[in-house]
């Protein structure tokens, strides 16, 4: 989701054909950020570069393909191609790009900022296939990671498509998208709720998240709806799968000359209660929503020599969409990133985190 107009301002991109080299590594050794969350640190390698000739900008989505390598998904813009890049990344951190696969339509043309906004990814390891969300209908589109040709898509319940197809409203659908350690369970998860759910009186929205049942590189079906309640103005933007019980959850929002807040929760699915059949989540009682705990909240984290290009509470916070489990850590934690969409921006910038996160 884009959380700025288009600016005037031309953004300055470096035309790069080799993968990129990773800086920006934290200044003062990281630190903690919350009793479960240890900042690790950040590098800004990426940030308004380019790979192969196409903006390495507007990074909406991650997903781990081993210990050290990741998919990062374009939420693109215009008429620049649908495209996901190939990420070698270390927990110090670094990062850089080392491929780039464009996404076409079954005709073999490439998707555009016109028919696709990219916001959620899984890749299906075994099959060299990704899953993408577009927000723009919703849809779940399935792709070749080999040549980026669409193969597929899974069904998406008639209510969840934009008004006046539906009931969600434009560029609040599906922000996310994450597959159990099975990968027989995926996860798309509303940015805002379906109009009859709505906003309550302290400005929680009232979310869904589609839970489908299926195999890797096979037919995936909705098999269960959860609700989800955010913290006060704030919104639902990513997901990631724990294990059978429990996932995280990272919810954002940007106020003009203050800036961004991010936080990052553990999400229960213990007795989660199926809301399929409920035409409205205003009236459910607080028991059918999920239960969240915060893990983190960023602005808490070390700035670690972070500079921000406008305001901001604490200059480490940008406009956070990606999130990832990565492996386990000595003392039991786990690896988490993050990673920031700069909407292709001059006063943005596409960031990304190290943490180590005790998921108890």
């Not at 996310?176 to 309550?200: F, Q």
């Not at 009236?283 to 700035?303: G, I, M, T, W, Y």
Request: hydrophobic share 40%; glycine share 8%; charged share 20%.
């Amino acid at each position: 989701m884009r959380w700025h107009k288009p600016l005037a301002a031309a953004v300055v991109l470096t035309a790069l054909t080799t993968p990129l080299t990773a800086a920006a590594a934290p200044q003062d050794g990281g630190g903690s950020c919350s009793r479960d969350a240890r900042f690790l640190g950040f590098s800004d390698a990426l940030d308004k570069t380019a790979f192969e000739g196409q903006p390495v900008a507007g990074l909406s989505a991650l997903s781990m393909t081993g210990r050290s390598s990741a998919v990062a998904l374009v939420d693109n813009v215009g008429t620049t191609p649908a495209r996901v890049f190939d990420l070698d990344i270390s927990s110090e951190p670094t990062i850089s790009v080392d491929g780039m696969t464009i996404l076409r339509r079954p005709d073999g043309t490439p998707y555009t900022g016109a028919d696709f906004d990219g916001e959620g990814l899984v890749v299906e390891r075994g099959e060299r296939t990704l899953l993408a969300t577009s927000e723009r209908e919703p849809s779940i589109r399935r792709f070749r990671l080999s040549d980026g040709l669409q193969v597929g898509s899974l069904p998406v319940p008639a209510r969840f498509q934009v008004a006046p197809a539906g009931e969600a409203t434009t560029n609040a659908t599906f922000e996310s998208l994450a597959v159990s350690p099975d990968e027989r369970s995926l996860y798309a998860g509303m940015e805002g709720p379906l109009a009859p759910d709505g906003t309550d009186a302290d400005g929680r929205s009232r979310n869904r998240i589609i839970r489908y049942a299926g195999r890797p590189g096979h037919d995936y079906q909705p098999v269960a709806q959860y609700a989800y309640q955010t913290d006060p103005g704030l919104s639902l933007v990513e997901l990631a799968v724990v294990d059978r019980d429990e996932l995280l959850s990272m919810e954002r929002a940007f106020v003009p000359g203050v800036g961004n807040t991010i936080r990052v929760f553990t999400v229960s699915l213990r007795k989660a209660a199926d809301v399929t059949a409920r035409a409205s989540l205003a009236d459910a009682p607080d028991k059918v929503f999920l239960r969240k705990e915060l893990l983190f909240d960023l602005v808490n984290c070390p700035p670690s020599g972070a500079v921000a290009k406008q305001p901001q509470p604490n200059p480490l916070l940008d406009n956070v969409e990606a999130l990832a489990l990565g492996g386990h850590l000595p003392g039991g934690r786990r690896q988490l990133y993050l990673l920031s969409d700069d909407n292709n921006g001059a006063t943005q910038i596409t960031r990304f985190y190290s943490l180590a996160v005790d998921l108890r």
